[in-house]
Protein backbone atom coordinates (compact mmCIF):
# COMPACT_ATOMS: atom_id res chain seq x y z
CA UNK A 1 0.00 0.00 0.00
CA UNK A 2 1.28 3.56 -0.58
CA UNK A 3 0.40 6.72 1.15
CA UNK A 4 1.48 10.18 1.91
CA UNK A 5 4.17 9.45 4.71
CA UNK A 6 4.19 10.71 8.42
CA UNK A 7 6.50 13.59 9.33
CA UNK A 8 8.61 13.69 12.34
CA UNK A 9 10.87 16.23 13.50
CA UNK A 10 14.33 15.09 15.19
CA UNK A 11 16.78 17.76 16.95
CA UNK A 12 20.12 15.30 16.93
CA UNK A 13 22.72 13.77 15.07
CA UNK A 14 21.30 11.55 12.01
CA UNK A 15 24.55 8.70 12.42
CA UNK A 16 22.71 7.72 15.65
CA UNK A 17 19.27 7.22 14.28
CA UNK A 18 17.73 4.02 14.36
CA UNK A 19 16.07 3.85 11.27
CA UNK A 20 15.59 1.45 8.30
CA UNK A 21 17.72 4.04 6.49
CA UNK A 22 19.32 7.27 6.54
CA UNK A 23 19.87 9.87 3.85
CA UNK A 24 23.50 10.75 3.09
CA UNK A 25 23.68 14.66 1.62
CA UNK A 26 26.55 12.87 -0.46
CA UNK A 27 28.82 14.65 -2.85
CA UNK A 28 29.13 12.80 -6.50
CA UNK A 29 32.03 11.03 -5.77
CA UNK A 30 30.12 8.62 -3.53
CA UNK A 31 33.64 8.13 -1.44
CA UNK A 32 33.04 10.73 1.29
CA UNK A 33 33.26 14.28 2.35
CA UNK A 34 32.44 16.32 5.02
CA UNK A 35 29.14 17.72 7.02
CA UNK A 36 26.74 14.86 7.00
CA UNK A 37 28.68 12.54 4.52
CA UNK A 38 31.95 12.84 6.60
CA UNK A 39 29.77 11.80 9.49
CA UNK A 40 28.08 9.05 8.39
CA UNK A 41 31.26 7.38 6.23
CA UNK A 42 32.97 7.60 9.92
CA UNK A 43 30.56 6.09 12.17
CA UNK A 44 29.31 3.61 9.26
CA UNK A 45 33.19 2.20 9.29
CA UNK A 46 34.48 0.86 5.83
CA UNK A 47 31.65 -1.25 4.73
CA UNK A 48 29.79 2.11 3.76
CA UNK A 49 33.01 3.06 1.79
CA UNK A 50 33.58 -0.39 0.30
CA UNK A 51 30.17 -0.75 -1.24
CA UNK A 52 30.51 3.08 -2.78
CA UNK A 53 33.54 2.22 -4.63
CA UNK A 54 32.17 -0.83 -5.66
CA UNK A 55 29.08 1.35 -7.27
CA UNK A 56 31.83 3.36 -8.77
CA UNK A 57 33.62 0.68 -10.67
CA UNK A 58 30.07 -0.27 -12.31
CA UNK A 59 27.22 1.85 -12.94
CA UNK A 60 28.26 5.02 -11.61
CA UNK A 61 31.62 5.32 -12.85
CA UNK A 62 31.26 8.78 -13.65
CA UNK A 63 29.82 9.40 -10.25
CA UNK A 64 26.14 9.94 -8.70
CA UNK A 65 24.20 12.87 -10.51
CA UNK A 66 22.65 15.67 -8.72
CA UNK A 67 19.08 14.73 -7.47
CA UNK A 68 19.88 11.08 -7.88
CA UNK A 69 19.70 8.03 -4.95
CA UNK A 70 20.97 5.33 -4.35
CA UNK A 71 21.78 2.99 -1.41
CA UNK A 72 24.57 1.04 0.31
CA UNK A 73 24.35 -1.02 3.32
CA UNK A 74 24.76 1.16 6.88
CA UNK A 75 27.57 -0.54 8.33
CA UNK A 76 28.30 -0.34 11.51
CA UNK A 77 25.01 2.54 11.67
CA UNK A 78 22.04 1.66 13.98
CA UNK A 79 20.19 1.86 10.62
CA UNK A 80 20.11 -0.97 7.86
CA UNK A 81 21.08 1.11 4.61
CA UNK A 82 22.54 4.37 3.77
CA UNK A 83 20.75 6.26 0.77
CA UNK A 84 23.25 8.23 -0.92
CA UNK A 85 21.75 11.61 -2.46
CA UNK A 86 23.60 14.53 -3.91
CA UNK A 87 21.96 17.47 -3.36
CA UNK A 88 22.77 20.98 -6.05
CA UNK A 89 24.97 23.69 -4.87
CA UNK A 90 23.12 27.18 -4.46
CA UNK A 91 23.91 29.78 -6.56
CA UNK A 92 21.51 32.81 -6.41
CA UNK A 93 20.91 33.25 -10.03
CA UNK A 94 20.25 29.84 -11.41
CA UNK A 95 19.37 27.60 -8.69
CA UNK A 96 17.04 24.90 -9.44
CA UNK A 97 14.72 24.03 -7.11
CA UNK A 98 13.42 20.76 -8.98
CA UNK A 99 16.94 18.90 -8.25
CA UNK A 100 16.72 19.75 -4.38
CA UNK A 101 13.13 18.30 -4.57
CA UNK A 102 14.47 15.28 -6.85
CA UNK A 103 16.75 14.55 -3.72
CA UNK A 104 13.75 13.59 -1.58
CA UNK A 105 11.98 11.97 -4.27
CA UNK A 106 14.62 9.38 -5.42
CA UNK A 107 15.66 8.66 -2.23
CA UNK A 108 11.87 7.50 -1.48
CA UNK A 109 11.55 5.61 -4.60
CA UNK A 110 14.78 4.00 -3.56
CA UNK A 111 13.79 3.14 0.00
CA UNK A 112 10.33 1.71 -1.22
CA UNK A 113 12.53 -0.52 -3.41
CA UNK A 114 14.69 -1.73 -0.62
CA UNK A 115 11.01 -2.12 1.87
CA UNK A 116 12.02 0.58 4.58
CA UNK A 117 9.42 1.76 6.22
CA UNK A 118 11.36 4.98 8.24
CA UNK A 119 13.56 7.14 6.50
CA UNK A 120 15.93 9.90 8.44
CA UNK A 121 16.55 12.77 6.10
CA UNK A 122 19.22 15.46 6.65
CA UNK A 123 18.32 19.19 5.99
CA UNK A 124 20.18 18.19 1.92
CA UNK A 125 22.36 21.05 0.19
CA UNK A 126 22.07 23.16 3.39
CA UNK A 127 25.39 22.90 4.57
CA UNK A 128 28.42 23.56 2.48
CA UNK A 129 26.71 23.35 -0.95
CA UNK A 130 25.09 26.63 0.60
CA UNK A 131 21.26 26.13 0.19
CA UNK A 132 19.26 28.85 2.35
CA UNK A 133 17.55 27.11 5.22
CA UNK A 134 14.17 28.46 4.60
CA UNK A 135 13.78 27.70 0.77
CA UNK A 136 15.24 24.27 1.64
CA UNK A 137 12.94 23.34 4.49
CA UNK A 138 9.48 24.34 2.21
CA UNK A 139 11.39 22.16 -0.32
CA UNK A 140 12.10 19.02 1.52
CA UNK A 141 8.47 19.00 3.34
CA UNK A 142 6.75 19.54 0.09
CA UNK A 143 8.68 16.99 -1.68
CA UNK A 144 8.10 14.70 1.23
CA UNK A 145 4.23 15.65 1.76
CA UNK A 146 3.76 14.93 -1.89
CA UNK A 147 5.36 12.19 -2.15
CA UNK A 148 3.44 8.62 -2.78
CA UNK A 149 5.05 6.04 -0.85
CA UNK A 150 4.95 3.11 0.94
CA UNK A 151 7.61 4.81 3.58
CA UNK A 152 5.09 5.20 6.73
CA UNK A 153 7.90 7.79 8.57
CA UNK A 154 10.20 10.78 7.71
CA UNK A 155 12.47 11.94 10.09
CA UNK A 156 13.97 15.08 9.05
CA UNK A 157 17.13 15.10 11.74
CA UNK A 158 18.47 18.47 12.34
CA UNK A 159 21.61 19.36 13.86
CA UNK A 160 21.38 22.97 15.11
CA UNK A 161 18.40 25.04 16.64
CA UNK A 162 17.89 26.98 13.53
CA UNK A 163 17.44 24.58 11.25
CA UNK A 164 14.87 22.50 13.88
CA UNK A 165 12.80 26.16 14.10
CA UNK A 166 12.89 26.40 10.57
CA UNK A 167 11.67 22.99 9.78
CA UNK A 168 9.38 23.30 12.32
CA UNK A 169 7.67 26.37 11.21
CA UNK A 170 7.74 25.34 7.90
CA UNK A 171 5.59 22.07 9.03
CA UNK A 172 3.08 23.99 11.39
CA UNK A 173 2.22 26.46 8.15
CA UNK A 174 1.84 24.13 5.34
Known amino acids: MTTHPGIVLVFGDITDQDADAVVNAANSSLLGGGGVDGAIHRKGGPEILAECRALRAGHYGKGLATGQ???????????????????????????????????????????????????????????????????AARIAVEAVRDAITSVEEVRFVLFDEEAYRTFAQRIRSS
Open 69 to 135: AVATTAGRLAARWVIHTVGPVYQASSSDPSLLASCYRESLKVADELGARTVAFPAISTGAYGWPMAD
